[in-house]
């Protein structure tokens, strides 16, 4: 597999980035019952992709109806939060691979990763063909499941194709075995060893997990509905 380290100069003109202060996602899209609850959510993912300078997947998909990109933001205790957004530029595939040097919580550090990886078009294809032909464009974006974890991991995965755009999150255990197959294969091609090695260990624990299941539940979470008016 060929992987060639992309200038950012070169990759400059080739797609157009959404402005930073676009929203990074659709209004009330995690909790459409509940808009303080969804707005802890947002800020949640949207302080480490903005500190990344990460564009909006979501403006992206209504300013060009031809783009391709799929982004997985993985946030883990003891973990910097690394960014890794693969995109279709033309017949060509790259990988832009970002990290901060801050936690995974609602505060963000220094970006110290900031790089282009071009990705043979085989390998690029299979990943997002296997992720198409998961539950992922039809599937909850919050489910009851993940709610209340708060140690381990959380997975954010976005894909942006043909004017369409999902979001879902998941906390790692929780997640089915599709959705941490693709954030692993995007590590393996971003070439982050350490990353790879903390992200093996997690899943390690997932399987001996009492009742573990490799496609578990996902069950709607639209959020608290709020006080009743009599």
Known sequence: MLRLLIPIALFLGLAAPAHAEDPYFPDLAFF???RDLNEIVVDLKAVHL??????SLWK???QDLGATAYRFLWLATGQHPI???LERVGEDYL???ARHDGPPGLTAGRPDLDRWIKVDAQPAQKIIAQLD?????????????SRGIGDGDVL????AKGGRYHVITRAGSTAGESYKAFGRSLIELADLPDALRAWDEYRREDRRMPGYRP???ETEDLGDPGPQEE
């Open 32 to 34: 459409p019952r509940d």
């Open 50 to 55: 903005r500190a990344m300078k990460e564009p």
């Open 60 to 62: 992206l998909s209504q």
């Open 83 to 85: 960014s890794l957004r």
């Open 95 to 97: 990988l832009h691979v």
């Open 133 to 145: 032909a998961s539950k992922f464009w039809t599937a909850p974006v919050e489910v009851k499941e």
């Open 156 to 159: 954010l995965l976005e894909g």
């Open 215 to 217: 496609d578990p539940p």
